[in-house]
């Protein structure tokens, strides 16, 4: 789940992963934040099991858009990166925030450009946000 082969991804996924969990670790506490570590994972896993390049059932309508922001295989022959880790924790903060009409659009364009390998982390902040908001 950690790697990257552009630039452009490392960009927009450290930060987000190290900002936003500082935040909310300060918002949420220790508790919440592992448990929502926990989700994200498992959830991420889950979904990148059951939609892995092998299966030839992540369909991605926008992967060839001209900027590359992600770190998967343009061929899906392999999934690389923090993408739904950065994803997951980029959501709950605006679910946090109770910005639906935000998040869901960006969920969709995610869900668009990435596949549905990529509803792992979307998902645990829908899910976390129910639980723990």
Do not use: C
């Not at 789940?1 to 996924?13: F, K, P, V």
Request: charge should be neutral.
């Amino acid at each position: 789940m950690m790697g990257s082969e552009h630039l452009s991804n490392i960009i927009w996924t450290a930060p987000s992963l190290i900002g936003l969990n500082y935040y909310l670790h300060q918002r949420l506490g220790p508790l919440v934040m592992t448990k929502f570590f926990a989700l994200s994972v498992a959830s991420t896993i889950i979904f990148w099991s059951g939609f892995s390049p092998e299966s030839g059932l992540n369909y991605r309508p926008l992967k060839h858009i001209p900027m590359k922001f992600d770190s998967w295989a343009d061929d899906g022959s392999y999934y690389m990166g923090a993408d739904q880790m950065a994803q997951s924790i980029i959501y709950f903060t605006l679910l946090y925030h109770r910005m639906w009409t935000v998040a869901l659009p960006f969920m969709a364009l995610d869900l668009l450009y990435y596949g549905p390998a990529t509803l792992g982390g979307p998902g645990a902040a829908v899910v976390s946000a129910f639980m723990f908001l």
